[in-house]
């Protein structure tokens, strides 16, 4: 997803602000268009993201790991800011400061599937070549259970596909 995330804001003009959790992700982030990169296991994305924008935020946040950002990523966010998570890799549960969030205008988008209108138009970016499919791993369908595991271990970037001979 974030892959995605990182082409589909750069698409519409958007400075990009990414988190990796691994050092080696960093480069392929960039290569992506990734303007600012921070590995959030090293480093409190948090506040690193307040000093890139001057203490302001941002005014979008997408996450698609779950409580392990969950709560970073949307203090990250600026007055009306809006954090859209679509994943719970991580687990389930977050626990949030609720006048925090409230206090601030934001607003918590879940997205499970797109719409159709939102496939239309990634088919036409990936045309265009605005946005190019990321291959991080490729399993046989015999090995489908290595390919949760990698999933789960978040142990490659872009995605990941399972081969059906």
Known sequence: MGSAAIQIAKAVGAKVI?????????????KLGAD??????KVDFEKKVKELTEGRGVDVAFEHIGPEVFVQSLRSLA??????????????????????????NLSILG????????????????EEGKLKPVVGKVFPLEQTREA?????????????????S
């Open 111 to 126: 997205n499970y599937m797109g719409s159709l209108s939102g496939l239309k138009k990634a088919v036409q970016w990936a």
């Open 36 to 41: 600012e990169v921070i590995n959030y296991k």
């Open 18 to 30: 990414t988190t990796v959790g691994e050092d080696w992700k960093s480069d392929e982030a960039k």
């Open 79 to 104: 007055l009306g800011g809006r954090l859209v998570t679509c994943g719970s890799t991580s687990g389930a549960e977050v626990t949030l400061n609720f006048r925090s969030f409230f206090s601030k």
């Open 148 to 164: 949760q595991e990698c999933m789960v271990n978040r142990n490659f970037f872009g995605k990941i596909v399972v081969k059906v």
